[in-house]
DNA sequence: AAAGATTGACTAATCAATCTTG
DNA sequence: CAAGATTGATTAGTCAATCTTT
């Protein structure tokens, strides 16, 4: 259990760091910067599925964020062309900028507070190996 | 970036698989249980403040995680006698079992969702040292 | 004034119920 | 009936204002 604990402060640590640093020079905090980060990836067909999945949380706090990306104009829907159920989310020109200039800022927050460390490239594959076995069923049911 | 989103999304996947099995054992949440575990440590004697920097949430987070132990029956708060801002708070009975039949349950699923790897030693070490670095104020402020 | 804590207004997550389309 | 998404009720976090004691 230290190793759980070890891990989830330095996350919260490091979220709140770099989520300070974006707020103070007027970005947008971390927590919409990642949401941003995986529409853009999508390239314009991202869903709220994808939200989910990619960030980790259930499909109505998925839907309530694109929601709220919509009010502040980082993003839009449009109909899905093939799927009446569903839409497609694409980054507005704001939401582009909004990210672009996010991700530099947090990369630089990142540089600066992981340095060029071993540690990190480590624990960055370490990590995958973990994610793929935690991800591949192996979870206890009870 | 690609280590922090990794980082993140196993922090998530981990906390909710020890979540689920935890509460569909009857017992209570990880949320419930790492202030359990941090008061227990304290042996009686932990404050607001304790859980406020052992769990990395703000001062009135932790106030308010205060009340909910006492409403549940699992901690009390008993006036500080050195200092009259101040209480002292205690694992109840109920608290001390729930912590012990909790965190039995929880070492279990980490054993097996995370295995015997090596790779759980080496993040852990890793995750050490960075959050050494962190705390020690190198954090950019713009 | 600084430190410890509490409280109220606000934000964003969860779950469950529901609606629509496949 | 499955899959995709939305919405309402509840929960727990943040920040800021405040109060008491040091």
Redesign the interface.
Known sequence: ??????????????????D??LI??DQVGIAIL?PL?VLNRHNGTGRVHDLSV???ITIGAASKLADRLERDGLAARRPHPEDRRSSLIALTELGKQARSQG?KI?????A????D?D??A???A??????S???SG?????
Chains 1, 2 share one sequence.
């Open positions: 259990m230290n190793f759980f604990e070890t891990l989830v402060r330095f996350q919260t640590d490091l979220w709140n760091a770099v300070r640093v103070d020079s990642q980060r990619e960030l980790s991700e947090a990369r630089r927050v990142m600066d507070v992981l340095g460390d540690d990190v480590v624990v960055g370490a990590l995958e190996r973990l994610q076995r935690l991800q192996l979870v206890v049911t009870a």
